[in-house]
């Protein structure tokens, strides 16, 4: 079954136990160069989660809002099917995980994200792409990823990701102060990663305009001919081979022929 | 022999030619190529990045087994009190766990956050935690500039509470009284003045009581219970939270911004210094404190003078601070000759010095309003008040006033133990006229910014610092806030009476409604 986190942006109080959680659990480093919390927090190759403050308006009152930030692990994950030494997998639990060993640092997985989300060592000789892993071996052992077991305030639900977004339905259809989207529901194919708030999603930073035709499969329409056309490639030269040499022999017989007649 | 030996060398380089080696090699390369392509080796979950830390072990049960402790509490990088490094912060949970259970603060407002994060400023998630990652903001270095600066007339007050527990920064035994050394440290230091808030302790209880007072004989409209306002924390809790009740607080400011507003007024006038000039600086035990001054009402003396940007208060150490920099500039505190605090603003009586315990406010102020009722000196049991000492949640007494009838108090420390007398309030369920509520558990003694002498704090470190304050108090000469000489000449000086016009402009405030802030919980 697989496996997903459901957000509640209302409930966050931006204290980034999980951002520490994160760190702790994977052992990242705290790099002064980037933030990893406050307005201004971004994702690099050891903030695999930051919490963004958004100050926005909510009617005519000024709100704060705090925003999670870390891979949305994408049902049909674009930057797995870019990822041609198999770096990056789906996983039947959920989580689509990276493994360092497999990288040849190409980073086509990093174009193909629509979310943004793969970062680079820059500053590393031999540097590899990294990436949340929604702590995929604490799923595997039953538990929940770092962040989610931390949260003191509830905003992170884990679970079935299909109950998920029946609660998350339930949710924002039994209290009108929701919006009436789950982020991540549709978005990309779909993201186990689920988003809900009171505010709407493009004021807090998320990108809105993301098909929900499974990235994948713009490429798989594609890919998908590569057999027919290597076949018939094949098949076309070989012809043209058989051809090629029949009429040599042809003509080759009929000089012979000259010659000896 | 030789012979043998050199055939066997050629065997061996006839066994690993260059053009073998390359060979092996490049079949080795090709083969790992492919299985590397074939995604062979990525089964486990072992080749994956990530998850070779740990986390404390209430986080290592089933996702969706509850941990008891968890998290940490949310802290905006302005803060005026309390700052966190990430770095060394390791989730342990016990921030939250005082600030939800003893503080009731987290968890105790409704969600979404209003446009601010709630925090009472009360530095006790400092004092908990046991890797040090939230501290006080630190404003040593401030102090030091100003201390530096020729110009500047630079005076200081210390609270009541820090001379029972500075002396443990120092090894010393927690409720070792340092008092004479401390003054002397901060003379050492360079302050031009070293006056105690002890002093202002006293001014409080004048107002206070007064107020009281009035309260009960109905000759200012407000409502009964009276609450205590010295407490910083304690105010913003009760802004957050029962802005309703607002109308109990008494309107008297805190010691320390008393002492605040007459130093740029009463003592430049009477020392002949611009206002403009002086610095004016407390050792707190107190983060709260740090809040206090910057609150856009503190600036009495501003209006008095008609000078804009004038602070009443320009800085505030907590007792670790203070600590930090008389070890930074190589003062050995234990060696130091005692001092005693400077003339005009430093003289004080046992009621000031209980301030610093919970109970001592409502003790003092009970002794002279005793006084102020029937002009007769309180019988012994009012010098000794048991029922309100001692480290109980919600304390009670009730004292035969000749004239009034039976006055009842009630006295509270942590906010947690506030509840149950505001929700009394709120409901008409309070019996009280006059209530002391002081945010931290014990009291200032065992405030946000005083020694880490134990962590998580004990009673058992409240109680040595709590017990050291009372016997200062039994070896007073004077132990009604009313005997206060330098108090009387400064009503006499400057002040006329307690509660005069001037008195109200310098010594009273007005609260702020943060209920829009924290939302009430709904069920």
Not at chain 1, 247 to 260: L, M
Not at chain 2, 427 to 453: D, L, T, Y
């Amino acid at each position: 079954m697989s496996k997903g986190v459901l957000v509640d942006l209302t409930k966050c109080v931006g204290c980034g136990s999980c951002m520490v959680a994160c760190k702790m659990w994977n052992k990242l480093q705290y790099t002064r160069t980037a933030s990893d919390k406050g307005g201004e927090a971004s994702l690099d190759a050891e903030n695999w989660t930051v919490v963004n403050k958004v100050e926005t308006k909510k009617g005519n009152e000024s709100v704060w809002r705090f925003v999670k930030n870390q891979c949305l692990h994408c049902e049909e994950p674009a930057c797995a099917s870019a990822c041609f030494s198999k770096a990056i997998k789906k996983t039947k639990d959920g989580p689509v995980v990276y493994d360092a060993n497999l990288c040849v640092g190409c980073r086509y997985c990093m174009l193909a994200c629509p979310f943004n989300i793969p970062k680079y060592e820059w500053d590393k000789t031999f540097p590899q792409v990294r990436k949340c892993q929604m702590c995929s071996d604490r799923l595997h052992a039953g538990e929940s990823p770092a962040c989610v077991g931390v949260c003191p305030a509830g905003a992170l639900t884990y679970g079935d990701r299909h109950n998920l977004l029946s609660q998350a339905r339930e949710k924002i259809n039994s209290d009108s102060s929701y919006i009436k989207h789950i982020y991540g529901e549709k978005e990309a194919g779909g993201t186990a990663w689920l988003y809900i708030s009171d505010v709407p999603f493009e004021a807090l930073g998320f990108r809105t305009n993301i098909t929900t035709r499974p990235l994948p499969q713009y490429t798989e329409s594609i890919l998908s001919l590569t057999p027919a056309v290597g076949l018939g490639w094949g098949a076309l030269l070989t012809g043209m081979y058989v051809y090629n040499r029949r009429r040599n022999e042809i003509a080759r017989e009929n000089k012979s022929g000259k010659d000896n007649g | 022999m030789d012979d043998r030996v050199k055939d066997d060398e050629l065997r061996l380089e006839k066994q690993v030619t260059r053009r073998s080696f390359l060979r092996m090699m490049g079949g080795l390369g090709l083969a790992g190529i492919t299985v590397s392509l074939a995604g062979c080796g990525a089964s486990t979950v072992a080749g994956q990045a990530g998850g070779d830390g740990w986390l404390p072990q209430q986080y290592q049960g089933r996702g969706a087994w509850p941990a008891q402790v968890r998290g940490r509490v949310p802290i905006t990088p302005d803060n005026p009190s309390i700052v966190r490094d990430d770095e060394k912060c390791i989730l342990c949970g016990q921030c939250l766990e005082v600030c939800k259970n003893i503080q009731s603060v987290f968890g105790h407002y409704g969600l979404p956050l209003a446009d601010e994060m709630v925090c009472v400023n009360c530095g006790q998630c400092a004092l908990w935690c046991p890797t040090a990652a939230i501290t006080e903001r630190d404003d040593t270095q401030k102090v030091l500039q100003a201390l530096q600066d020729p110009d500047k007339h630079v005076v200081v007050q210390t609270a009541p509470a820090t001379r029972v527990a500075l002396g443990e920064e120092f090894g010393l035994a927690p409720g070792t009284w340092v008092m004479g050394q401390q003054v002397a440290a901060l003379k050492r230091l360079g302050f031009d003045a070293v006056f105690d808030t002890n002093f202002s302790a006293d001014l409080t209880i004048m107002e206070e009581a007064t107020e009281l007072i009035k309260r009960i004989k109905g000759d200012i409209n407000k409502p009964l219970p009276q609450f205590t306002s010295c407490s910083p924390g304690w105010v913003k809790f009760c802004e957050y939270f029962y802005p309703d009740l607002l109308p109990h607080m008494s309107s008297c400011k805190s010691p320390q911004q008393m002492l605040g507003a007459l130093v740029k007024t009463y003592y430049a006038k009477m020392k002949n210094i611009n206002p403009e000039n002086i610095v004016s600086v407390s050792i707190m035990p107190c983060t709260a404190k740090k809040f206090e001054v910057q609150r856009p009402e503190m600036n009495s003396s501003a209006h008095y003078w008609n000078k804009q940007n004038m602070r009443d208060m320009d800085a505030v150490l907590t007792t670790r601070e203070l600590a930090r920099l008389i070890k930074q500039q190589g003062i050995d505190l234990n060696k130091l000759p005692e001092q005693n605090y400077d003339p005009l603003l430093g003289k004080s009586t046992g009621g000031a010095i209980i301030f610093g315990a919970t109970g001592g406010v409502m003790e003092a102020a009970v002794r002279s309003a005793y006084y102020f009722i029937t002009q007769q000196q309180p019988p012994a049991n009012l010098l000794t008040l048991t029922p309100v000492r001692g480290l109980e949640g919600v304390k009670e007494a009730a004292v035969d006033v000749p004239g009034v009838g039976t006055v009842k108090v009630a006295v509270c420390h942590g906010m947690s133990n506030g509840r149950q007398v505001l929700e009394a309030v709120r409901k008409g369920n309070a019996p009280w006229h006059f209530v002391e509520f002081m945010c931290c558990p014990g009291g200032c003694i065992s405030g946000g910014g005083q020694p880490r002498s134990a962590v998580p704090p004990s009673d058992e470190v409240r109680m040595q610092r709590i017990n050291s304050l009372y016997q200062a108090d039994a070896r007073m000469q004077w132990r009604e806030s009313h005997e206060n000489s330098e108090v009387l000449a400064l009503y006499q000086n400057f002040l006329e009476h307690p509660m005069s016009e001037l008195a109200e402009e310098l010594l009273h405030t007005s609260y702020t409604d943060r209920g829009k802030k924290a939302k009430q919980l709904t069920a």
